[in-house]
């Protein structure tokens, strides 16, 4: 749902016919500078996500929606970016302020759990740039590896990807709790690495610049 400011007005969007699941969760919003778009990740589900994820059948998109549309169906907003082959398990997406660019955190690789409980989400984080045209990679920002992804903490998402005005600078926040919940890390993206920010152990719901 968008909320107009000015006069209150409501813009309703629904996960409707044509939708490739019945259950649907957001990942991540972000808007144009101009706010003529507002770019949504969304998770489709073969069934309800529980705590070790959605499972196999996770269907992830990037789409913008055109809050003037008067709202509808959320799979009738254009596509900019689909989970594939390229682009395995997209969790966060945000659009550039001038709408050219999509910067992602995509996982990759196999999921690690310990003795006790499996894990949720591939262990390969990175965070890349995308072609809001094209779709096609244009450079990777940073690398982490995850590995325990048995207990997790933070909402909506573990992971959660923000950034500034100009849409150059990123904070990513990334909430595991294996470990003693000692093994999350919070901090801004800079030339490749993370540097720290309090708290650090990632246990931050939301942050913004």
């Known amino acids: 749902m968008a909320i107009s400011i000015s006069t209150g007005a409501k813009t309703v969007w629904r996960n409707e016919a044509g939708a490739p699941h019945s259950w649907f969760s957001v990942d991540s919003l972000s808007w144009t500078s101009d706010d003529r778009e507002l770019v949504v990740l969304g998770e489709w589900c073969p069934t309800a996500a529980d705590s070790e994820g959605c499972g ?3 269907i992830a998109e990037v789409r913008a929606l055109d809050p003037a549309s008067g709202g ?14 390229r682009f395995p398990y997209p969790v966060q997406a945000l659009i550039s302020p001038d709408g050219a660019t999509i910067t992602a955190v995509v996982l990759r690789g196999r999921v690690v759990g310990n003795s006790q ?5 591939p262990q390969e984080l990175s965070v890349q740039r995308f072609s809001a045209v094209t779709g096609q990679p244009l450079t990777v920002l940073y690398r982490h590896r995850l590995g325990d992804t ?4 933070g909402a909506p998402h573990f992971l959660a990807l923000t950034q500034d005005a100009s849409g150059q600078h990123l904070m990513l926040d990334i909430g595991l709790c294996a470990g ?8 801004w993206i800079h030339n490749g690495r993370l540097v ?6 990632g246990r931050e719901a939301d942050q913004a610049w």
Request: glycine share 16%; charged share 15%.
């Open 56 to 58: 196999p059948g996770r």
């Open 72 to 85: 509808g169906p959320v799979y009738s907003g254009r596509l900019l970016l689909r989970q594939s082959a």
């Open 117 to 121: 409980i499996s894990g949720s989400v």
């Open 150 to 153: 048995s207990e997790v903490n």
């Open 180 to 187: 003693h919940c000692t093994d999350g890390v919070n901090g």
């Open 196 to 201: 720290p920010l309090q708290p650090a152990d």
